[in-house]
């Protein structure tokens, strides 16, 4: 007999996480994922397919098991492994070279890791070995990752339950640069900052609030850290996110859709400046799996073709109909409180005047075909994170979709459309 959903669900919570699964199951969704091909996942029976507007954060930036991407490993495996971290190699330093050309600003030099939070921790070690420093400042509800120092930068209910919370870290609100500016000092090492905060809602910058951040560390002496790992990529519809506002960061940290879905692999690119703390011993931070042989050969095709302006384009236009298409679905469901499609380009959360639509909306999604989370730190907000591959017919489908669950959801709550 196959596995089904339930028998999926039950070995993991034996053996994994009892707690995701009461989750999950609490909120009507047993979905294991089977077959995944392009913008679709299927579950492990066959017959529940979802639009995977999750991505899973980015990951799935080009879909899954993208051919050129599946093709490009397949190659690298005839010949190549993981490599050795030790040795200098030529795949790590081919897409470290592109990464340069294609960073703004004067990064250079790429520092390869495996997990977000593991770059993320690097972006401020070195920064704290730059400066002198120990103090480090982000935005209140923001996330930069689960590991030791990353974890510190976010949301207090990660840290503390782990004795990570510290003060040596300091939260400011977002877009606020009086706050910013009162947090910042002689003791600041970096401001580490995504460029649009998912975990928190997806809220837009002003205008003034990324370029005012940057002059502001410039005055006071403390590095810029973009946390390009969810924005980057092409997700905004440039290639980084930091491009709409101008800002040339001092370190920009990319993961998720760097690995294409398929190898596990990150990049910390800094400034020469910054990079030089390495020149008295370049093996004071390694990571023995980071910038896998492998995993290069992937990225290098991700960055190929997620810059290619032609793509570019067409996430612009295509999350401009997916954006548009929501908006007058939420508008002919009024009973559901939706506010309002906060997007740059393909980077969407639709936001609810009720602070716990985002759990409801989820399992609604589930049930008209789409796999959408909410924002962690901001449950009145459902991420909406299509593929960027997505075309026309495809963002119809989606729109169409989230309509349906709308309309479930307005249904829910005691009310039809208007």
Known sequence: MGETNASVYDEFAAWVSPGKVRFFRAGGIEFAMGRRQGPYVWDVEGGHRLVDCHCNGGTYNLGHRHPELVASLRRALEGLDIGNHHLPSGPRARLARRLAELTPGRLRYSVFGVSGGEAIDLALKVARRATGRRRIVSVRGAYHGHTGLAVATGHEKFSKPFLCDSSDFAHVPWNDLGAMQRALGPDVAAVVLETIPATLGMPLPADDYLPGVKALCGEHG??????????????????WGVEHFGVEPDVL??????????????????????????EDDPFSHVSTFGGSELGCAVAGKVLEMSSDPA??????????????????????????????????GAFMGVRFADPTAGPSLMRHCFDAGLLCFLAGNDPSVLQLLPPLVADEALADEIVERMGDALARFARARGAGAA
């Open 222 to 239: 403390a590095l810029y850290v973009a946390d390009e790992v969810q924005t980057g990529l092409g997700r905004t519809g440039r290639l």
């Open 253 to 278: 940290v990319t993961a998720k859709g760097l690995s294409g879905g398929l190898y596990p692999l990150t990049a910390t690119v800094l400034t020469p400046e910054v990079a030089a703390v390495f």
């Open 311 to 344: 793509f570019l384009e067409r996430v612009v236009r295509v999350s401009a109909r997916i954006r548009d298409g929501v908006t007058q679905q939420g508008r002919r469901h009024p009973a559901t409180g939706f506010q309002e499609v906060r997007a740059l």
